[in-house]
């Protein structure tokens, strides 16, 4: 029987039978993997903790017919206990988790798997407020799946300049012949901030104020769930900044 072996961030987990569980991995250099780990659910299993979400493991699996089976599995990064012990962590990191998961196979790229691995660190390690590591994790995944927001040039129609209003269903920011009428103004320092998560300029992350780093965390949420076309649960968990 054939096996692949690869590194995988743990996405989620549904319960098959009595001891087994679904698990739902991206990968490093297949992409997106869903396999049966049986027995995990056994108190006796040295798998269980190693196939939790968040999780970053070395797994060797066996090529079946519809869902693979997990054969092995040895830790590489153990992100999981320090992000679930902290709400706005775990929130954070279930909101990221389940936009990998959206990702097509196409999209589902080695960079795609350190970007989520990165993200996944930074929370645990607790640096940088949840939010502002959630908001530059899903600018960046945007931006490798090919929907990179316009944060300079006018994303309608080029023009170059200082704008001040920002339409996700256009792009990101637009000048004002091309802004639908109503929409919002956006403060310069919002749009600077957008820049720096794009960037991780984490010590201007850090000192943006309260209020340029709510506006943001809106439009980055607003914009990632336009292209996503679907919304992302996990946000209405997420405690605002």
């Known amino acids: 029987m054939p096996t692949i072996r690869d590194e995988v961030v743990i996405l989620r987990t549904h319960k098959l039978g009595e001891a087994d569980r679904i698990v739902t991995m991206l990968s490093r250099r297949h992409g997106k993997l869903r396999a049966v780990a049986k027995g995990v659910r056994r108190t006796s299993s040295r798998l269980g903790s190693r196939l939790e ?9 066996y090529k079946g017919r519809s869902l693979d089976i997990v054969q092995q599995a040895e830790s590489l990064g153990t992100y999981g206990a320090d992000i679930v012990v902290h709400y706005d962590r775990y929130t954070s990191a279930n909101a990221m988790v389940e936009t990998a998961d959206r990702l097509n196979e196409a999209e589902a790229t080695p960079q795609q798997y350190l970007l989520l691995v990165g993200g996944l660190r930074a929370l645990a390690q607790g640096d940088h407020t949840a939010r502002s590591v959630l908001d530059s994790y899903l600018l960046r995944a945007m931006a490798l799946s090919g929907w990179a927001p316009s944060l300079s040039e006018c994303a309608r129609c080029g023009r170059g300049g200082s704008h001040d209003h920002f339409v996700a269903q256009l792009g990101g920011i637009v000048c004002h012949d091309c802004a639908p009428t109503g929409a919002a103004r956006i403060a ?16 201007v992350v850090d000192a ?12 980055v949420a607003a ?19």
């Open 53 to 61: 979400p968040f999780m970053v493991a070395d797994v060797q699996l």
């Open 188 to 203: 310069p320092t919002t749009i600077a901030l957008l820049h720096s998560l794009m960037a991780g300029e984490w010590d």
């Open 208 to 219: 943006a104020s309260s209020g340029a780093t709510a506006a943001a965390s809106g439009l």
């Open 223 to 241: 914009y990632t769930q336009f292209h996503l076309e679907r919304g992302i649960r996990s946000l209405e968990h997420v405690e605002s900044p």
